[in-house]
């Protein structure tokens, strides 16, 4: 389910708790909103959505007091996996720096979330609010290149292993003896 684009109706988007998540963009420093959203007959009840980025210190936006009257557009994301450079969250401080997703459900008091994450796209936040930052348009894919690159060095290796081969000094045994 990684990288499809979903259409969801989620009304309390902009109006439900959001939990922050350490996040650079761009060079700035800041936080992910994320906030969960309800699903209707399905096999989770509820999805964590990614709002976008706010850099920190940036005042934040306050919650529209009506109900968000257009539907969701958004890219499912996996989890990325948590590794030993990764600070633990303050789960109490609401200081993320993972997206556990069940820990993240719990504490937003989300009913069985959906696996994935709602990379939100549309529709952008009033003035203040978090910036969607959405997948690039154009996701490289430089495999060819990097597996050339490194057959290429192989081969290289292998040409210099084949001429030091070659031009292997003859062993000490065959050299004559030499005279005092």
Same mark, same amino acid.
């Given at each position: 389910?990684?990288?499809?684009?979903?259409?969801?109706?989620?009304?309390?988007?902009?109006?439900?708790?959001?939990?922050?998540?350490?996040?650079?963009?761009?060079?700035?420093?800041?936080?992910?909103?994320?906030?969960?959203?309800?699903?209707?007959?399905?096999?989770?009840?509820?999805?964590?959505?990614?709002?976008?980025? !706010?850099? $920190?210190?940036? %005042?934040? /936006?306050? &919650?529209?007091?009506? =109900?968000?009257?257009? +539907? @969701?557009?958004?890219? *499912?994301?996996?989890?990325?996996?948590?590794?030993?450079?990764?600070?633990?969250?303050?789960?109490?401080?609401?200081?993320?720096? !993972?997206? $556990?997703?069940? %820990?993240? /459900?719990? &504490?937003?008091?989300? =009913?069985?979330?959906? +696996? @994935?994450?709602?990379? *939100?796209?549309?529709?952008?936040?009033?003035?203040?609010?978090?910036?969607?930052?959405?997948?690039?348009?154009?996701?490289?894919?430089?495999?060819?290149?990097? %597996?050339?690159?490194?057959?290429?060095?192989?081969?290289?290796?292998?040409? @210099?292993?084949?001429?030091?081969?070659?031009?292997?000094?003859?062993?000490?045994?065959?050299?004559?003896?030499?005279?005092?």
């Amino acid at each position: 389910m990684d990288y499809v684009r979903v259409q969801i109706d989620c009304p309390t988007l902009e109006q439900t708790r959001n939990l922050r998540v350490y996040a650079v963009l761009g060079g700035v420093m800041g936080r992910r909103l994320v906030t969960a959203c309800p699903l209707a007959g399905g096999l989770f009840q509820s999805i964590l959505v990614d709002r976008g980025f !706010s850099p $920190d210190g940036a %005042a934040s /936006a306050r &919650a529209p007091s009506e =109900p968000l009257r257009q +539907p @969701v557009i958004g890219v *499912l994301r996996r989890a990325e996996s948590r590794n030993w450079l990764t600070p633990p969250s303050d789960v109490a401080g609401n200081d993320w720096h !993972s997206r $556990d997703i069940s %820990a993240m /459900a719990k &504490a937003l008091g989300a =009913p069985k979330p959906a +696996p @994935v994450f709602l990379m *939100l796209e549309s529709p952008r936040p009033q003035d203040g609010g978090p910036i969607p930052a959405a997948l690039p348009t154009d996701i490289p894919n430089n495999h060819l290149g990097y %597996a050339l690159t490194w057959f290429g060095l192989a081969l290289g290796l292998l040409g @210099v292993y084949v001429a030091g081969l070659v031009r292997a000094p003859a062993s000490v045994a065959d050299d004559p003896p030499s005279r005092v």
